[in-house]
């Protein structure tokens, strides 16, 4: 079974990815999280939904994943923290698919990445936090942009996004234009 890594942190935005792992789950994928604390600690979400990660930092190895994905939050407490850049940054370097929504991106930035690709995020140079790691001439006004081995999105387009990492995942059809309708529309099915 292949796998899929999820680097979760204080303040990741739950509902950013919830629509995301779910389809995950029904797959032939299996998704894996990690985090920058210890064995048996857990991170809180911005929801407040406590999670306790499968891994921690030193024991992942990106060569076991096809993905990892960087859900929004607040990222920027991490941008000093050289275990957690350096395992982005490996994702990238090997050519693993990288998919960062909302704040997400802000670690593509401390990783030196945003230098390489076209990107966007719910990130501007008003965000002082984040200010300095980015690669703002490189930032796109659009909701969702695909560069090279990464997809980013801008918050409020989860759906989109979901549907863009399982188009590149291979588990909907590239040529699919709506595959996650179910969560766009309400119906009575």
């Not at 935005?13 to 604390?37: H, M, P, R, W």
């Not at 607040?74 to 850049?85: H, Y």
């Not at 998919?99 to 076209?118: D, F, V």
Request: charged share 20%; aromatic share 10%.
């Amino acid at each position: 079974m292949k796998k899929v890594l999820m680097f979760v942190y204080d303040s990741f935005a739950e509902f950013e990815i919830s629509i995301l792992i779910t389809c995950l789950n029904g797959s032939d994928y299996q998704l894996v999280t990690c985090s920058d604390k210890p064995a048996g600690y857990t991170v809180s979400s911005a929801g407040r939904m406590n999670v306790m990660a499968d891994l921690t930092l030193d024991e992942v190895n990106p060569d076991d994943y096809c993905a990892l994905i960087i859900p929004g939050g607040r990222p920027f407490t991490l941008f000093n923290n050289q275990k957690a850049i350096s395992m982005v940054r490996s994702f990238f370097d090997q050519n693993i698919l990288i998919c960062a929504i909302c704040g997400g991106p802000g670690l593509l930035g401390a990783a030196g990445i945003s230098e390489h690709i076209q990107y966007t995020a719910s990130l501007t140079r008003n965000d002082k936090e984040y200010v300095n790691v980015m690669n703002w001439e490189n930032k796109r006004k659009e909701i969702l942009v695909v560069d090279q081995n990464v997809v980013t999105a801008t918050g409020s387009n989860y759906i989109q996004f979901a549907e863009e990492v399982l188009r590149q995942l291979n588990i909907v059809p590239e040529t699919e234009e709506n595959p996650l309708q179910y969560f766009k529309e309400p119906s009575l099915f």
